[in-house]
């Protein structure tokens, strides 16, 4: 068996959410742990296994959030799976970003998330959001306070990636 049927059986003895939801908190699960660890060639780029995921099913009998729940639950268990926080302002999450490398983000409900993202102090944080999906060479923001710069590793070997990978669950 693979990880993501072990997943699915798991997940299916605490709730009855959809197999679909759970393989897809299966897969996000194995983006947030492996995060930039792996890509695959694409042209003379990388893909990297960014996720980005929403659940859409009515409220209450689907248990999205009770399924999403059971990843979290394991993915902080885990050293290395960064769970970002429900709420930020843009310049930390560019500085937790930073410093963690990678992280998935698990909001139960979307509506919440993006209108965080569209406060006044969040401006610009989908855009962020946005340009870094791809794992770019290179993101710098200048501010005031101190310049950010988000530079990819660079590595020799084709199994050590970039430092940067997303997943919003």
């Known amino acids: 068996d693979d ?3 072990k997943y699915v059986s798991y997940a299916r003895d605490f709730c009855h959410a959809p197999d679909l939801f759970h393989r897809f908190a299966a897969l996000n699960a194995l983006s947030t742990v492996v995060g930039p660890k792996i890509r695959m060639a694409w042209g003379d780029q990388y893909i990297y296994p960014n996720l980005w ?3 859409l099913a009515e409220s209450s009998i689907s248990a999205k959030t009770t399924a999403m729940n059971i990843s979290a639950r394991l993915l902080s268990e885990v050293k290395g799976a960064n769970l970002f926080p429900n709420e930020f302002t843009r310049e930390a999450l560019v ?3 930073e410093r963690s490398g990678h992280g998935s983000f698990m909001v139960s409900e979307f509506s919440q998330f993006m209108g965080m993202t569209r406060a006044g102090y969040n401006e610009g944080v989908l855009g962020f959001l946005t340009d870094i999906y791809d794992v770019p060479g290179t ?4 501010t005031r306070s101190g310049d950010i710069e988000l530079k990819k590793q660079s590595h020799r070997s084709r199994t050590d990636v970039g430092n940067r990978s997303l997943s919003i669950f």
């Open 3 to 5: 990880f993501v049927s």
């Open 53 to 55: 995921l929403l659940f």
């Open 95 to 97: 500085g937790m970003i």
């Open 139 to 142: 993101y710098k923001r200048i």
